[in-house]
């Protein structure tokens, strides 16, 4: 007969969060909820050539897209909760950083993270559900060993929090997100504001950074293309040390598409290592003097050609070419494969098309705001356009007028499991969590579906 140690060991090798007086039935129900078997959705994706987009976009030259309602044959059959979750994809190069005891070492990881993080984004031109307010997303990955609840805490302007920990307590993911897009005639760019912190108390470490602008070509005609541009710069607040990246555009000739490039420096600024790569496939890190001359080398024998000019916004650049390998490099990133069946299911990888996935044993255990309980993004899921596009005419309509009920009875929306405040370690805006979510009591959650 197993004690309830040897039951813990058994079922995962760890104590589980919360303590010892966690009953053993309550950790299984939570151990096997999120038991991940799913390769495929139950539907493919709809054609988008028959829907005319600019109809809706024409006016919207320069403005901000959050209050645009769009055609459901433009999304995925996600909420941007969910998408937000795929940050976690890779966890293992967290467990990575734990591991060493080289804080240029920890860095390389977490650099890796951050850019792993904004990998999923790869060929995804389905937009998210927009969360409604009060909507929650929960997963539990025993194999990845983390936990993760996000809520959408506002509406005008959307903002998503999330809190993910690892089930050993070795790492606190968190941050807040309040995605800015903007319509450009022939793109739209989405703009992540907010902050993302990722703490290792082995070492007492925070380091926060924020996500590139993501940016979608060819909106109105021609084959969709995504390109994140911008900088991006990881610090590590107790050390100093940082890791300063460029998330490069594609520019005129498509050379540069994907390609990532930056140095971690120390507190006095001085290169300690160059990191280089694509955050669509694969990152490196190498000696900073060594780069610089690969760098110098490149600049005297360019292999583009007047004749070869590309039109970004027209097709998309040729990305055959892989990372050039400097020699002496480590790989500290590889990109997960997509299924083969990817590309008939919105570009989804194994990880996303298993967001979804609800087990009986789920039901009564996770909350009823789950964005897995969502019926527009169910029956997205499922094929049903028609009824997904019923569905989300009236979940926006119900939140409309619950917004005006509450204007009228001068009543605030309460924030279940956030608060919004100070980010501790930059002291920019931020949602922290304020615990509790765990322990499963979710009678006072407000009707939103």
């Not at 002291?427 to 939103?448: T, V």
Request: proline share 6%; aromatic share 10%.
């Amino acid at each position: 007969t197993l004690n309830e140690d040897d039951f813990y060991d058994a079922v995962s090798g760890q104590r589980p969060l919360g303590g010892s007086n966690q009953s053993m039935c309550d950790y299984y129900k939570r151990d096997t909820l999120h038991q991940c078997s799913i390769t495929s959705l139950p539907a493919p994706m709809f054609s988008r050539n028959d829907v005319s987009i600019w109809s809706i976009l024409k006016k919207c030259i320069g403005m901000e897209l959050s209050k645009i309602a769009m055609p459901v044959v433009f999304n995925e059959p996600l909420s941007f909760l969910q998408r937000l979750t795929e940050y976690m994809e890779h966890t293992y190069l967290i467990h990575q950083a734990n591991a060493t005891t080289d804080s240029i070492e920890r860095m390389k990881c977490v650099a890796a993270f951050a850019v792993s993080a904004v990998a999923s984004q790869w060929e995804r031109t389905g937009k998210p559900f927009n969360p409604l307010l009060g909507e929650t997303y929960e997963l539990i990955r025993d194999d990845l060993g983390f936990r993760w609840m996000s809520e959408q805490v506002s509406h005008h302007p959307p903002v998503s929090a999330f809190h993910a920990e690892g089930l050993k307590e070795d790492f606190v993911f968190h941050g807040s997100i309040y995605p800015k897009l903007k319509f450009w005639g022939k793109s739209i760019e989405a703009e992540p504001k907010g902050v993302i912190t990722l703490e290792l108390p082995k070492y007492n470490e925070a380091y926060t950074w924020t996500n590139p602008t993501c940016c979608v070509h060819n909106i109105i005609v021609g084959q969709l293309w995504i390109e994140q541009y911008g900088s991006v710069e990881v610090l590590n607040h107790k050390t100093g040390e940082r890791c300063s990246m460029t998330f490069k555009p594609c520019g005129l000739f498509g050379k540069e598409l994907h390609k990532v490039e930056g140095y971690i420096l120390d507190k006095s600024k001085k290169k300690l290592c160059a990191i280089y790569g694509k955050w669509t496939e694969c990152l490196y890190t190498v000696d900073p003097a060594t780069f610089d001359a690969h760098k110098k080398t490149e600049k005297k024998n360019p292999d583009e050609k007047k004749g070869n000019k590309q039109e970004p916004e027209e097709t998309p650049p040729p990305d055959t070419e892989t990372v050039q390998v400097i020699p002496g490099s480590e790989l500290i990133w590889k990109i997960t494969p997509r299924p083969e069946n990817s590309s008939k299911f919105y570009a989804f990888s194994t990880f996303a098309m298993q967001l979804n996935e609800l087990d009986k044993r789920m039901e009564g255990v996770i909350p009823p705001t789950d964005s897995r309980l969502r019926p527009d993004i169910c029956a997205m899921e499922k094929g049903d356009i028609d009824l997904a596009s019923a569905e989300k005419k009236r979940l926006e309509e119900k939140q409309r007028t619950a917004r005006k009920n509450r204007t009228k009875s001068t009543e605030e929306w309460k924030v279940r499991w956030f608060q919004q405040g100070p980010n501790p370690h930059n002291k920019a805006q931020d949602w922290l969590y304020l615990k509790g979510y765990w322990d499963r009591n979710y009678s006072q959650l407000p009707d939103i579906y």
